[in-house]
């Protein structure tokens, strides 16, 4: 049996993960015939070796199988055995915690022999929900206290700070859900305890530059700022979000596909799906000028021309 589990929502692909392990493990209790492998620094006959070897328990063995995409002579050798790596008895989780290119001949044919799931971003409104649910799993008798709630302002200004991280998310979950001990967790908590996510909110900063509210762009910028992030800091994370539009928007440009862009670029997929809707909202001279006002901003704060502050309330204005 092949499961086939992947999608940029890390988090909860790996929890899925864990839901097959754990399931594993309460029948096959010696935990001897649980196997992880790295596909990109193995070869596909160390993975096959494994499955060939009996088990001194009779045990149905659980092989995951990790970064299989990103080594092709192991995927040829997977392929070649697909068919009979279906029907045999023991476990394969090929497991990726990143977009894929489907059009690959391996994963068409996971798509077709494999249980698969995959794990997208959680729009805003299941988010939420998400959210919610996580709170209410807190507390209880085991724990000695009531479940946890959070309000509905709390929980839209978490899902703002936070964004779709749920890496990040859970621990702040976590850390809100200590500190209300089973009550109701209200905006002031999250305001006191939830530090925004920088890279996030300098990415809906550049949206909303792009949507011409610019007011909003500055309150994101100065929220930092007065949360004692460094200005260097802030124009570095600008700069770096620009210099990503232009890579992305250049091979838009010259017609490249969108799977193919990620590769030629080096940049992870994630960050071209983030970053692709936004090109489409700038011309290539546009984000020439951008960036060549940003390089000019950050040598005049280096030299002592401008102070850091200003000059990014400048960049932002005329941007």
Not at 189 to 204: A, R, S, T, W
Request: overall charge neutral.
């Amino acid at each position: 049996m092949i499961y086939f589990i992947y999608g940029e929502d890390s988090y909860r692909a790996k929890m899925k993960l864990e839901e097959i392990i754990l399931g594993y493990k309460k029948v096959h209790q010696s935990g001897l015939n649980l196997i992880y492998i790295n596909a990109g620094e193995k070869g596909f006959n160390d993975f096959y070796g494994n499955l060939k070897i009996n088990s001194m328990f009779s045990e149905k063995k659980l092989i995951v199988l990790k970064n299989v995409f990103e080594n092709t002579k192991f995927q040829e050798g997977f392929l070649e055995n697909v068919k009979e790596l279906g029907d045999i008895k023991d476990i394969i989780v090929v497991y990726e915690d990143c977009a894929l290119d489907q059009r690959t001949k391996l994963f068409k044919a996971l798509q077709k022999c494999a249980k698969c799931q995959e794990f997208d971003y959680l729009q805003p409104a299941m988010l939420k929900k998400w959210v919610a649910k996580e709170f209410s799993a807190q507390g209880g008798p085991a724990s000695g206290w009531e479940k946890t709630r959070i309000n509905s302002d709390a929980l839209e200004l978490l899902v703002n700070f936070t964004g779709r991280d749920l890496w990040q998310m859970a621990n702040e979950i976590n850390k809100l859900s200590n500190y209300k001990a089973g009550s109701v967790v209200q905006k002031e908590d999250v305001e006191l305890l939830v530090k925004p996510n920088i890279e996030n909110d300098i990415f809906k900063t550049i949206d909303a530059l792009v949507s011409q509210d610019k007011k909003s762009a500055l309150f994101l910028l100065h929220k930092h700022l007065d949360d004692g992030d460094a200005p260097l800091k802030l124009l570095s994370m600008i700069t770096y979000q620009f210099r990503t539009l232009l890579v992305i928007k250049e091979l838009q440009d010259k017609k490249e596909p969108y799977g193919a862009i990620a590769k030629k670029s080096g940049l992870h997929p994630f960050v071209v799906q983030k970053n692709y809707y936004l090109c489409n909202r700038f011309s290539i001279e546009k984000l020439k000028k951008i960036y060549q006002k940003i390089f000019q901003i950050d040598s005049d704060i280096k030299t002592g021309k401008i102070e850091p502050e200003l000059a990014l309330d400048l960049l932002l204005t005329e941007i």
